[in-house]
């Protein structure tokens, strides 16, 4: 196994926070946890935009389950 490798997962934008940051609720192995997640460059190069609600791909590092890198947007509709 890699152990560079990045966990993928989806989540929902909960709230949206100062610079860019949002607070995403992903399930990892069976259990909730609430991401701090950034827009990663091509999606922030492309200016997409995120509301709370929206579903969002992300990759989350191995070793510290509280952060994240948001990689795209899903097109599914937001979820209330």
Same mark, same amino acid.
């Given at each position: 196994?890699?152990? !560079? %490798?990045?966990?993928?997962?989806?989540?929902?934008?909960?709230?949206? =926070?100062? !610079?860019?940051?949002?607070?995403v609720? $992903?399930?990892?192995?069976?259990?909730?946890? $609430?991401?701090?997640?950034? $827009?990663?460059?091509?999606?922030?190069?492309?200016?997409?935009?995120? =509301?709370?609600?929206? =579903?969002?791909?992300?990759e989350?590092?191995?070793?510290? =389950?509280?952060?994240?890198?948001?990689?795209?947007?899903?097109?599914?509709? %937001?979820?209330?």
């Open positions: 196994m890699d152990k !560079n %490798r990045a966990i993928t997962t989806t989540g929902i934008v909960r709230e949206t =926070l100062p !610079n860019a940051m949002f607070q609720d $992903v399930e990892i192995g069976g259990k909730h946890h $609430v991401v701090v997640a950034h $827009v990663a460059g091509k999606a922030r190069l492309q200016t997409v935009k995120m =509301l709370p609600g929206d =579903l969002v791909t992300l989350i590092s191995r070793y510290d =389950l509280s952060r994240g890198r948001i990689i795209q947007r899903d097109r599914k509709e %937001r979820s209330r």
